[in-house]
């Protein structure tokens, strides 16, 4: 079954003529019927201000008491008639809005006629000129989304209107052809003249700051919240206002967005110093892209030790994968050192991923890092559940890949342990990965400054989690860029608070130490937090032990006592009495040279000294920490 529905609640009778006047509307008496509707209350207009003038009106009462109709009364200095002549079509066209805004009604353009490329008419209109769509509903098919909500309409058939024509003596002068000052239904008044479509317009803060909001994933609802908020008023635009301008600025930018960000990013290449552009094309599609600015450039000759990269999805609606490259800063704080988006993960897309970097940086880090905690999970996930949930499989397995004591020998007997204990020696994914060990496991890179840093838990992850706060699947690759130098600006702001509070403020002393208060002035806060640890460890369960003197160094024993940790080191044993595990470490310190090393290896693996050395510091009476170490 069919059925026509019409969303116009019409006022008008059967006798209405085409221009919405009554049939009668010529044989009317209308001096008999007119009086006048002045609205003697003021309102505020768009800039905040109290309205100059008044809106006011003639009101005729129509045949029967039936629809009333409205002739603006305005000022001489905004009035128009058929003799007005306009040097230009737009001069005419912003004299006709300026009296519709003191008359009280909003229009829109009608109709137009070219003829040999010049504009021979131009119609405009109110706004609720024309009758309403009627559409048909098929109330049969119950498919979700057939049935449409019946809405009201503002459309009356308004008979109001002006056109313009050009004049016929070759000036291309503009003068009224037609004029028609009367309405069929109620204008503004003082009161209501805020809904005016004029009133309701959004300046240039409101679209700045829609724009600004949306980078950090707040719609048009909230930012219309916050924004009524900040202006402290309930007029203005509407919620539905901001939300077709954001979906009209979204429109605007799918058409073309590909084309908008590479004339984006080429303009940057341009005009900002150092930034790098890159981007590969298929078949005239975007395949692939890379950036880097020179705030990446200038943190990467920094904190160029380890830089790792990973890629995360659903950033933006095409699906390509964005590559962030990650570094870790002097507070400990993943910086990013710089960005990319590929249409794939395939080997010759990262080839060429890494190719635009390496020429872009100019050099290659110490090491490159992806997760191979997250790849340790996997191979955890395709063991059999009995081995995982009914043993201690993981936990020995994490213990035996992340133990700094130990070197590569003891890594691979105790590895070969641990597979035939779990009989997984024919595990080809576990096999595969043990092939690939000196590329991810930890033992194997113990030589290598600051590799210590792959020890965090995922530093990908973090950024991954860190840049979803500011994407969404639905971005566009614009939006998504400009999100992306938001996320930027909140990454540099905390790196620059964080180097201002390092050098402003100073955390309290651990202890009395002479080589503490040292640290103290040339350590940032988080470096200074896990050597006040280092500290506390090294007085509450660090032991010197016997000295043997060799001839360019001392050697120290140094025993530790910790609580829960099971050995996993030939140099461990437990304790009877304490019930502690207990570990035996040998610190050489060589007076000539001026340095002191530990077996731990966690200032070669960390960049920090551990709590062996500081031990022995502390036991020699050392009020400085060696300069070369």
């Known amino acids: 079954m069919n059925v026509t529905m019409n969303n116009m609640n019409s006022n008008h009778g059967e006798d209405d003529g085409e221009d919405g006047f009554p049939a009668d509307f010529e044989d009317f008496d209308w001096e008999d019927n007119v009086q006048k509707d002045v609205d003697n209350e003021t309102d505020n207009d768009e800039e905040g201000d109290i309205l100059d003038y008044k ?9 029967g008491g039936r629809p009333k109709f409205w002739i603006p ?12 002549i306009f040097d230009t079509l737009q001069e005419g066209l912003n004299a006709y809005y300026i009296y519709a805004k003191h008359a009280g009604f909003d229009t829109r353009l009608g109709s137009e006629k070219t003829k040999n490329d010049i504009l021979q008419y131009k119609y405009v209109f109110c706004n609720r000129a024309g009758e309403a769509k009627k559409y048909n509903v098929d109330t049969s098919n119950g498919e979700k989304g057939k049935q449409k909500r019946k809405k009201a309409s503002h459309m009356s058939k308004c008979p109001s209107r002006i056109c313009f024509k050009v004049l016929e003596d070759g000036s291309f002068r503009y003068g009224v052809n037609k004029l028609e000052e009367m309405h069929n239904h109620e204008l503004y008044t003082n009161t209501t003249v805020h809904m005016a479509k004029h009133k309701r317009k959004l300046d240039f803060f409101d679209m ?29 635009p509407k919620c539905s206002d901001y939300k077709n301008f954001s979906r009209d600025l979204n429109r605007y930018i799918e058409d073309t967005d590909a084309n908008i960000l590479v004339e984006l990013m080429n303009l940057r290449k341009e005009n900002v110093r150092d930034f790098s552009f890159v981007h590969l094309l298929e078949d005239s599609e975007l395949r692939a892209v890379f950036w880097a600015d020179n705030v990446a ?16 999805y659903h950033t933006n609606k095409y699906n390509l994968v964005f590559v962030p490259f990650t570094g870790v800063d002097n507070h400990k704080k993943s910086v990013t050192l710089g960005g990319a988006l590929l249409a794939r993960e395939t ?8 190719k635009s970097w390496l020429d872009a940086f100019g050099k290659q880090p110490v090491i490159v890092v992806t997760d191979q905690e997250a790849a340790v999970a996997v191979a955890v996930e395709k063991v059999d559940e ?43 994914w576990l096999k595969d990965m043990y092939i690939l060990r000196h590329k991810w496991i930890p033992a194997f890179f113990k030589d290598n400054p600051l590799s210590g840093l792959m020890r965090s838990t995922s530093r990908s992850e973090i950024e991954n989690s860190f840049f979803k706060n500011y994407f969404s699947k639905h971005s566009t690759l614009t939006i998504f860029m400009f999100k992306f130098d938001a996320a930027m600006d909140k990454q540099r702001r905390i790196q620059s608070e964080n180097d201002f509070n390092s050098i402003a403020k100073k955390l309290s002393l651990e202890s009395k130490l002479a080589f503490e208060v040292q640290a103290s002035y040339f350590y940032t806060h988080a470096v200074m937090r896990i050597f006040q640890k280092e500290i506390h460890d090294c007085v509450y369960a660090c032991s010197p032990g016997p000295i043997v003197s060799y001839g360019d160094y001392d050697s120290h ?51 920090m000294l551990c709590r062996h050395i500081l031990c022995i510091m502390k036991t020699r009476f050392m009020k400085a920490i060696p300069e070369n170490t």
């Not at 600004?212 to 309930?234: C, R």
């Not at 080997?347 to 890494?354: D, F, G, K, P, R």
């Not at 890949?401 to 080809?428: G, Q, R, Y």
Request: aromatic share 12%.
């Open 208 to 236: 700045t700051l829609i724009n600004q909001l949306s980078q950090k994933n707040i719609g048009a609802s909230k930012a219309h919240h916050m924004i009524g908020g900040i202006k402290g008023d309930n007029q203005g």
């Open 297 to 312: 450039k200038r943190n990467y000759k920094e904190f160029s030790d380890i830089v790792s990269f990973d890629a995360t």
């Open 557 to 607: 024993l140094v025993v530790e006592q910790i609580s829960g940790v099971p050995g996993e080191n030939q140099s461990t044993f437990l304790n009877k009495f304490t019930k502690k595990t207990v570990f035996k470490y040998e610190v050489k310190v060589y007076e000539r040279e001026g340095t002191i090393t530990c077996s731990c290896m966690v200032f070669e693996h960390q960049g």
């Open 347 to 354: 080997a010759e897309y990262y080839t060429w991923l890494l």
């Open 386 to 428: 009995r081995v995982i949930y009914g043993t201690d499989f993981k936990l020995r397995l994490q213990r035996l890949i992340w133990n700094n004591c130990h070197d590569p020998v003891v890594f691979e007997f105790k590895w070969n342990a641990l597979m035939e204990e779990f009989d997984l020696t024919s595990n080809k």
């Open 55 to 63: 809106l006011m009106c003639t009101v005729i009462n129509s045949p």
């Open 73 to 84: 009364i305005v000022g001489t200095h905004v009035e128009i008639d058929k003799e007005r």
